[in-house]
């Protein structure tokens, strides 16, 4: 069955840094575009970013262009969330979840999250 | 940005009973709309494509409906297992999501 399991959720320092990683199996992960969505505390969904299969389509919210990066290993059946110069409004869920075949659009399996909470 | 707003935003329906649950979008997504079910200390799962497909798996009794800026997700006999917190997504101009109904047991 398809699992998504995400990592590297800390406590860090407003300008800190964190990489997040999202394990996939039990689809083929190269044909998929994947992408990061978060809920901060008590908060809606927000989505952060996605990657197309191949990477050569990646798109980011506002809210952390310039400062996130994402990325993919289908060698390794994984995406990656760079966060970079985090502020205490970064401070949620992460999720990674998995898009279709040919574009994000709607995201039909979800990771269970991990914590990234940006405080001094 | 697309804004999503969802009504109510707390909803109490006793077991049995139909839940009627609300989105709109501050323009129109066209059919590009998407519901999601949340659960306390579980992965989010996916309902509703396209304004009205249900996704893999999915109930019969869970049913969408809409198009444009208005949009609609009902379930017919609420269960046990559906008193979570629920999501529209639209996807028709990058991602935003509403902000939430909560169905609760009445």
């Known amino acids: 069955q398809v699992q998504l399991v995400e990592s590297g959720g800390d406590l860090v320092k407003p300008g800190g840094c964190l990489r997040l990683?999202?394990?996939?199996?039990?689809?083929?992960?190269?044909?998929?575009?994947m992408t990061w969505i978060r809920q901060a505390p008590g908060k809606g969904l927000e989505w952060v970013s996605y990657?197309?299969?191949?990477?050569?389509?990646?798109y980011y919210a506002d809210s952390v262009k310039g400062r996130f990066t994402i990325s993919r290993d289908n060698a390794k059946n994984s995406v990656y969330l760079q966060m970079n110069s985090l502020r205490a409004e970064d401070t949620a869920v992460y999720y990674c979840a998995r898009g279709s075949i040919t574009r994000a659009a709607h995201f039909d399996y979800w990771g269970q999250g991990t914590l990234v909470t940006v405080s001094s | 940005e697309i804004v999503m707003t969802q009504s109510p935003a707390t909803l109490s329906v006793s077991p049995g009973e139909r839940a009627t649950l609300s989105c709109r979008a501050s323009?129109?997504?066209?059919?590009?709309l998407a519901w999601y079910q949340q659960k306390r200390g579980q992965a989010l799962r996916l309902l509703i494509y396209?304004?009205?497909t249900r996704a893999t798996g999915i109930p019969a009794r869970f049913s969408g409906s809409g198009s444009g800026t208005e949009f609609t997700l009902t379930i017919s006999s609420l269960q046990s297992e559906d008193f979570a917190v629920y999501y529209c997504q639209q996807y028709n101009y990058y991602y935003t999501f509403g902000q939430g109904t909560k169905l609760e047991i009445k």
């Open positions: 323009q129109s997504v066209s059919s590009n």
């Open positions: 396209d304004a009205s």
């Open positions: 990683s999202c394990a996939a199996s039990g689809f083929t992960f190269s044909d998929y575009y």
């Open positions: 990657i197309s299969s191949s990477a050569n389509s990646i």
